[in-house]
């Protein structure tokens, strides 16, 4: 999990940095998980997922059978991409935010991995709508 979310990092900062903000300006809105609509828990929950089943993949865990072989490569890195950007916009998050985020969302899967293989039919179709 965490050479994904490291790789997710890494690519969130590649991206242009928006110019710096004035002093005086307030600190970007800190949000909750229990903050986010149904649509952008979902989106998170299962971006989380798929970090943690490329992982999983990656280092030869039969816990990565939760997911199509080849996850990483087959559209659930750009998901994961697209959702936190999409986070981003949506709540006014700067990488920071975006990244605590990530964080609370992995600690809960984490907690139950058991939960990610039940969670795969619902996430992969929400992967196919978005086009990936």
């Known amino acids: 999990m965490i050479h994904a979310l490291i790789a997710a990092a890494l690519m969130l ?3 242009p940095a928006a110019p710096a ?14 903050d ?3 649509q ?5 929950r299962c971006a989380v997922a798929f970090a943690f ?4 993949q990656k280092a030869g865990d039969a816990r990565g059978a939760a997911g199509p072989q080849g996850l ?6 750009e998901f994961f991409v697209r959702t936190m ?18 964080a609370l969302q992995g600690e809960r899967l984490k ?13 992969l179709l929400m992967k196919s709508a978005a086009g990936l």
Do not use: K
């Not at 990483?72 to 890195?77: A, L, T, V």
């Not at 950007?85 to 990530?102: E, H, P, V």
């Open 85 to 102: 950007a999409q986070l981003m916009d949506d709540r006014g998050l700067d990488r920071r935010g975006a990244f605590d985020l990530i």
């Open 53 to 56: 089943v490329s992982d999983w």
């Open 72 to 77: 990483d490569q087959d559209g659930g890195r």
């Open 111 to 123: 907690a139950s991995p058991e939960d990610i293989p039940a969670m795969m039919p619902a996430c």
């Open 13 to 15: 900062q590649a991206a």
């Open 40 to 44: 952008q828990s979902a989106a998170l």
């Open 36 to 38: 986010l609509t149904l």
């Open 21 to 34: 903000p004035a002093p005086s300006a307030a600190p970007a809105p800190s949000v909750s998980l229990e």
